[in-house]
């Protein structure tokens, strides 16, 4: 069984025009002076079920969100900004145009017990990817939530850095998932909920192709895709999961290489999961959100412009 990891004049003379724009610019600098800096991507400042899965530790991973459906996790999601959360498109299939039965639980680490510091917002709206056709392992199964209002950054709430073009995975990088998902097929995390974590290789793409292969015509993992995992099983995402973060760290940065998208059942033999590259969607994404912040082994830029299968989810 497939199973996905599941919007009037200045007036005359110089005077004149010297003092308003004076003003003005004395105004902008208290404003900017009051709007602070947003805090560094993709570095904790707490350091110390998924199938096989640990429990994190409170705040291990501050930009791991929980996306609810009615007051009920439905998929994980990735904090990118003060406004703007990633995630799998699939997670809003036939929701898309409903985003008031959504919000989004951030800065929690136990689902049943989120805590006084935590913030839950509403959704405002939700832009899928336009290549993505809604079908079930897809490509480009990624989607951009705008949220409500901003959220107060934290020690429990912090935005994840996109890796920028000097990024390279080659396979056997190690690397992380984590969420609120099932820890096996049918059988939802227990009480309290605690955000799961799972350390997984990144699979040889052409190694993952052939385990997909569908025959002529009908390869399974297109070129936005990544796989990672353990071809032996017993470890993966699974129901729940979709939208959470694949995360690798640079240089000491934590960095989303990919999205939580499908994978046939949960933990099965030669079936790893199956993620949505970010790298393959950058450019995409920096178009429609501001503030996004790269990351890369030169430590790159700071923040960028405005701008068959099932899903997961959900796994």
């Known amino acids: 069984m ?61 930009w791991v969100v929980s996306i609810q459906k009615n007051g009920t996790h439905h998929c994980a999601g990735s904090l990118l900004t003060s406004h703007w959360v990633v995630t799998a498109a699939h997670c809003f299939k036939g929701n898309l145009n409903k985003p008031s039965q959504f919000s989004v639980l951030l800065g929690a680490w136990q689902l049943e017990s989120p805590g006084p510091r935590s913030q839950q917002v509403g959704i405002a709206w939700v832009q899928s990817h336009p290549v993505y056709s809604w079908k079930e392992g897809s490509r480009a199964d990624i989607a951009l939530v705008r949220l409500e209002h901003a959220i107060h950054f934290s020690e429990r709430i912090l935005p994840i850095c996109l890796p920028d073009s000097s990024v390279h995975l080659p396979p056997n990088t190690r690397c992380w998932i984590a969420g609120w998902g099932s820890i096996r097929d049918g059988v939802p995390l227990p009480h309290p909920q605690t955000l799961q974590k799972l350390e997984v290789p ?48 640079v240089e000491g940065t934590w960095l989303l290489a990919g999205i939580i998208s499908w994978g046939e059942g949960c933990a ?11 790298a393959a969607h950058r450019s995409w994404v920096m178009r429609l959100v ?24 959900p796994r």
């Not at 600098?29 to 350091?47: E, F, N, T, W, Y």
């Not at 501001?290 to 989810?313: F, T």
């Open 268 to 278: 099965e033999r030669n079936r790893p999961g199956v993620y949505i590259s970010l």
């Open 202 to 249: 990144i699979i040889d793409s052409e190694v993952c192709s052939r385990l997909y292969w569908r025959g002529a015509g009908q390869g399974a993992i297109t070129e936005d895709m990544l796989c990672a995992g353990y071809l032996e099983g017993r470890r993966d995402a699974c129901l729940g999961d979709s939208g959470g973060p694949l995360m690798c760290q």
């Open 290 to 313: 501001q503030g996004v912040q790269l990351r890369g082994h030169s430590q790159g830029r700071g923040p960028a412009g405005e701008g068959a299968p099932s899903p997961r989810g």
């Open 2 to 62: 497939v199973v996905s990891r599941i919007p009037p004049a200045l007036g005359g003379g110089c005077l004149g025009i010297l003092t308003p724009l004076l003003l003005l610019a004395s105004a902008a600098s208290l404003r900017a002076a009051r709007i602070p800096a947003p805090p560094a991507c993709g570095k904790p400042q707490r350091l110390n079920r998924i199938v096989g899965g640990e429990d994190s530790t409170d705040a291990e991973w501050p």
